[in-house]
């Protein structure tokens, strides 16, 4: 596109800030929805900052990035203009919501799933298509830290969108939720284990409850097993049966947002879509439903 993207951004917020300063790195030309003077003043270098939706300029795509218990009003919305829109992880906090603007906003409409653009999940998903560690058994992700900022939604909303989005990544596929148990003490779901599936299966771990931050990916296959031991590792760690010492296996330290920000502006100028479609989406929202109640927390 001539003179870079057009886009429309809805929400400056802590997060937002940094979808603007990676759009303008890109090269496009971003106007800004914003109502809080905080957002506002996040909002440095955007060709306009509006107010609504309504009052943004002509535009070739629309990201979303407003807090999730809006996502479902704010993204029906967005898809009025008739140009394709990519809201931020989870699609809604709302399975009936995020199925009807699946089924609403046809090929439109994707989830800005950064960890399938991790350059790390990315080769443990080449790892476990082309089988050199034999078949693949499953999954553990574990996802843990202290404290949610976000305010609208509980924990389990925030955090396990991520590790969902890694298994639609590495496997191919979101298994069917078996169990989960869940820490409820406080407001909402604090800590979820799920299990998901039977071969492959998968098990989360996710908290806002851990004295200690982590984020792993391991892969679990018949013949070893491979791990990515943090979300800003430069290296993926291959350990086979048999051998003494892992492989380490060098990984880009580009950081996904910027990636998947490419994707989506690459596939405005005609390119393939984005990887989580609206329909990966509201699976997500719903297996995240599933496993709430499987955890004795309400809808």
Not at 33 to 38: N, P, Q, T, W, Y
Not at 39 to 64: C, K, Q
Not at 147 to 170: C, F, K, Q, R, Y
Not at 222 to 227: F, L
Request: glycine share 10%; aromatic share 4%.
């Amino acid at each position: 596109m001539a003179g870079g993207a057009r886009i429309g951004l809805v929400g400056c917020g802590k997060w937002g800030q940094f979808i603007l300063r990676d759009l303008r790195a890109l090269g496009c030309r971003v106007s800004v929805v914003a109502r809080s003077a905080e957002s506002r003043a996040r909002a440095e270098g955007a060709e306009a900052v509006v107010a609504t939706l309504a009052d943004l300029p002509e535009v070739d795509g629309v990201v979303v990035a407003t807090p999730t218990s809006t996502h479902a009003e704010v993204t029906e919305e967005a898809l009025e203009r008739g140009v394709p829109v990519f809201v931020e992880k989870p699609l809604t906090d709302n399975s009936a919501a995020a199925e009807r603007l699946a089924a609403a906003a046809g090929e439109r409409l994707f989830v800005m799933d950064k960890w399938r653009y991790h350059p790390g999940v990315e080769l443990l998903g080449e790892l476990a298509r082309e089988g050199s560690l034999g078949a693949v058994q499953g999954l553990l992700t574990t996802r843990v830290g202290w404290g949610n900022p976000h305010g609208d939604v509980d924990a389990a909303w925030i955090l396990a969108p991520h590790d969902l989005s890694i298994s639609l990544e590495i496997l191919g596929e979101l298994p069917e939720a078996r169990a989960a148990v869940g820490d409820l003490s406080g407001s909402g779901v604090e800590l979820l284990v799920g299990l998901l599936g039977e071969r492959p299966w998968h098990r989360l771990e996710i908290s806002a409850r851990s004295p200690e931050r982590r984020r792993e990916v391991t892969l679990v296959c018949e013949q070893g097993a491979a791990m990515l031991a943090d979300g800003y590792s430069d290296l993926v760690l291959v350990r086979r049966d048999g051998v003494a010492e892992p492989e380490r296996l060098e990984i880009s330290a580009e950081l996904p947002l910027m990636r998947e920000l490419r994707a989506f502006i690459e596939h405005l100028e005609g390119g393939p879509p984005p990887r989580s479609s609206a329909a990966e989406g509201a699976l997500v929202v719903r297996r995240i439903s599933e496993l709430r109640t499987l955890a004795g927390a309400s809808a």
